[in-house]
């Protein structure tokens, strides 16, 4: 009770995963987390829509606003700010 009237109580239980947290910063929601990861796989529309089971318009419709949302203009730019802010999982990492 002490050190939760302290502040001193520290718990990893329920903490966000840094990657989500990131994506939530930026105001990103969890599809359009999902479509950014998978267009800084370097998937195309068409492939993006069949993995996450949506129509390519669809991920048109989330890609425009990603790219307001980040402040890019295009898939490329999305692509490495998304990396560079930890917003996806870098494939380096994947060891």
């Not at 930026?26 to 950014?36: F, Q, S, V």
């Not at 068409?46 to 669809?58: H, R, S």
């Not at 991920?59 to 917003?87: C, D, M, P, W």
């Amino acid at each position: 009770m002490r050190q939760a009237v302290d502040g001193t109580v520290y718990s990893a239980i329920g903490l966000p995963d840094p990657g989500e947290s990131a994506a939530r910063a930026a105001g990103l929601t969890e599809r359009e987390t999902a479509i950014l990861a998978a267009l800084a796989r370097g998937l195309s529309n068409e492939a993006i829509g069949k993995e996450l089971w949506v129509a390519e318009q669809t991920v048109k419709f989330h890609l425009t606003n990603i790219y307001r949302k980040l402040g890019v203009s295009n898939r490329t730019e999305a692509a490495r700010l998304a990396y560079q802010n930890g917003l996806v999982e870098s494939p380096i990492d994947d060891r």
